[in-house]
């Protein structure tokens, strides 16, 4: 049995990671600032320290005593980046750096391992799908630059200060306890529930805008398989599944699962909005033995069911 750290462990994916770890028989600490995550998402044996990512002594309170970090806490929006620019940096890259100094310095002789969320916003708008990590990123929103920022973060890490760290670049997560509420949250879980409950739904742009969705479960099945081969060096993968789905094709599945017919209202499109994401899954799939297995359909269907509780 182990001892890990999941920071952003209220949230979306961060609370799924936390249940597994806890399911496989570790102890789980969790911080997080509850600026979008929740409380009830908080697994009832997970130890909870309230508190900011950026902020050393909590990241120090929090990392007391654990094998490994799990570093999901950021502002996960690309939007909520153009919006909040200088705060939103602050969490992303001031937060990454606040844990990976912190893994560094907190145990006598070793540092303590790092898996950490990247993103497919690195790449920003290149047509050269399926995307490779070796392609040259070239983010469009702060958020993306940010992301970029934590990998060569990351790089100094290890490179100088003996810091062993993953960064998975998710492509667009989905699943149960993806905040449907907010409208900084993913398309598909605003989606799924408007189109359960009969609402109308807004397309940004002309909805043919392209995706990599990825669900949940499996990106928490790769987190794991990543500290369980025991970090060294600073690697990067992709965490996607290979196959496009544009935000039309997304709606016509979801009311074909929901026996219902959304209103669509077109919106302008966002400012800086990639036109097509979708990534190659090669190198973690070598790396790892595994795939994103789950389909979309059976991954919408678990999303709708949780959406309609
Ligand atoms: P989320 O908003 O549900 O989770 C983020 C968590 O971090 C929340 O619980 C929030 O309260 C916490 N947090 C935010 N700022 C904090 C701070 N300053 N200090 C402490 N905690 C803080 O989002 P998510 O979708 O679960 O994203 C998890 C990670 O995955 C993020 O790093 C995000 O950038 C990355 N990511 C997500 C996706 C996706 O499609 N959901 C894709 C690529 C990368
Ligand atoms: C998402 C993630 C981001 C991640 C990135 C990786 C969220 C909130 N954001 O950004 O963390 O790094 O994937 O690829 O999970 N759209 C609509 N109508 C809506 C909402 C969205 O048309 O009501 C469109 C958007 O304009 C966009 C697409 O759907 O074209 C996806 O948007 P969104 O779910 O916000 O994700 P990304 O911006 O791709």
Known sequence: MAHYL??????????????????DGHA????DDLSTGRLENKPARAELVVGDVADADAVRH?????????????????????????????????????VFEVARTIRDGASV????????????????????????????SAYGVDKLGCELHARVAWE????????????????PRQDPLSPYSGVISIFARRVARGEEVEIHGDGEQVRDFVYVGDVVRFL??????????AAVYNLCTGRPTSILMLLDVLQELCGKKARRLHRTARPGDIRVSIGDPAKARAAYGLTCRTGLLEGLGATVSWAVL
């Open 6 to 23: 999941v920071t952003g462990g209220c949230g979306f994916i961060g609370s799924h990671l936390a249940d597994a770890l806890l399911g």
């Open 28 to 31: 789980v600490t969790i911080l």
């Open 62 to 98: 929090a990392m007391d005593g654990v094998d490994g970090v799990f570093h999901l806490a950021a502002v996960a929006s690309v939007q909520r980046s153009k919006e909040l620019w200088a705060e939103t940096h602050r969490t992303n890259v001031g937060g990454a750096v606040t």
């Open 113 to 140: 391992p790092v898996i950490y969320a990247s993103s497919a916003a690195v790449y920003g708008d290149n047509p050269n799908t399926p995307l490779g990590e070796d392609c040259v990123p070239q983010p469009r």
């Open 160 to 175: 100088i200060h003996n810091v062993p760290t993953v960064g998975f670049r998710f492509f667009n997560v989905y699943g």
């Open 224 to 233: 794991m398989a990543s500290m369980r081969k025991r970090p060294q060096g």
